[in-house]
Nanobody
Framework: QLQFVESGVGLLHPGGSLILSCAAS????????IAWYRQVPGKEREGVGC????????YYTDSLEGRVTISRDNAKATVYLQLNFLEPEDTAVYYC???????????????????WGKGTRVNVCS
């Protein structure tokens, strides 16, 4: 059975750091690219970034470049998202998603992912 489980601290303060993890099971993890997205209530979902099956291949959305790091541990079938220097605008539901490695970047930009997690809510407030 396919499963994605996102986890991490939900309530954070401006200037702090967020670390989320996404543990996958039920599919061949190391042939999939993994992405993080987020969605603010009332707004469209947006991409945060993604990592290819090679952990050294990463892409980040321009607006978060310099603050975000996505990493993966294929042995643990887990992907991590770290976002530093948090702002209240980072408050959102964060989702991880997986897509087969072929053409993954285009699929990421088009939200055309094969599997989605249920999301984890993050609140950044003073």
């Amino acid at each position: 059975q396919l499963q994605f489980v996102e986890s991490g601290v939900g309530l954070l303060h401006p200037g702090g750091s967020l670390i989320l993890s996404c543990a996958a099971s039920g599919f061949t993890f190391d042939v999939y690219a993994i992405a993080w997205y987020r969605q603010v209530p009332g707004k469209e979902r947006e991409g945060v970034g993604c990592v290819g099956n090679d952990p050294y291949i990463t892409y980040y959305t321009d607006s978060l470049e310099g603050r975000v790091t996505i990493s993966r541990d294929n042995a643990k079938a887990t992907v991590y998202l770290q976002l530093n220097f948090l702002e209240p605008e980072d408050t959102a539901v964060y989702y991880c998603a997986a897509v087969n490695i072929r053409g993954f970047l285009a699929k990421y930009y088009n939200f055309n992912m094969d599997y989605w997690g249920k999301g984890t809510r993050v609140n950044v407030c003073s």
